[in-house]
Nanobody, 127 residues
Framework: QVQLVESGGGLVQAGGSLRLSCAAS????????MGWFRQAPGKEREFVAA????????VYADSVKGRFTISRDNADDTVYLQMNSLMSEDTAVYYC????????????????????WGQGTQVTISS
C-alpha cells in the first residue's frame, strides 16, 4: 500500500508558475513509476506527465510539453510537477499516481496502469 498526498495547488495568474509536490509513504518509493494527471470540470481525467522509477525517463502530454517539468527525489519519497507559463486551460484538479513496476525505465501515460492515487490538489489559473 502506498499513500500519496499532493500539495502546492492554488490560484495564480496566467503566465505564472506553480510547483506541485506529491509525498509518498508506505512502501519503497523507488519501486514505483509516477505520473501526474488532471481533471477539469466537465472533462475526463487526462494525462499530464510521467517519470520512471529511476527518474531518467520522462514523458509529457503535448499540451504541457515545454512548460511543465516532472521530477522526483527518491531520497525524499517525493515527485514534483513544476508548471510554468500557466494558461487558463491548465485549470483542473491535479492528481499524482503510483505504479509498482520492475521496469526501471518505464513511463506510463494510461491512467488505468496506475495502482495508487492521491486525493488531488486544485490549480486555478485566472486570466
Amino acid at each position: 500500500q502506498v499513500q500519496l498526498v499532493e500539495s502546492g495547488g492554488g490560484l495564480v495568474q496566467a503566465g505564472g508558475s506553480l510547483r506541485l509536490s506529491c509525498a509518498a509513504s508506505g512502501r519503497t518509493f523507488s519501486s514505483y513509476a509516477m505520473g501526474w494527471f488532471r481533471q477539469a470540470p466537465g472533462k475526463e481525467r487526462e494525462f499530464v506527465a510521467a517519470i520512471s522509477r529511476s527518474g531518467f525517463n520522462t514523458v509529457y502530454a503535448d499540451s504541457v510539453k515545454g512548460r511543465f517539468t516532472i521530477s522526483r527525489d527518491n531520497a525524499d519519497d517525493t515527485v514534483y510537477l513544476q508548471m510554468n507559463s500557466l494558461m487558463s486551460e491548465d485549470t483542473a484538479v491535479y492528481y499524482c499516481a503510483a505504479k509498482r513496476t520492475a521496469a526501471n525505465g518505464g513511463t506510463y501515460a494510461y491512467d488505468r496502469s496506475y495502482d495508487y492515487w492521491g486525493q488531488g490538489t486544485q490549480v486555478t489559473i485566472s486570466s
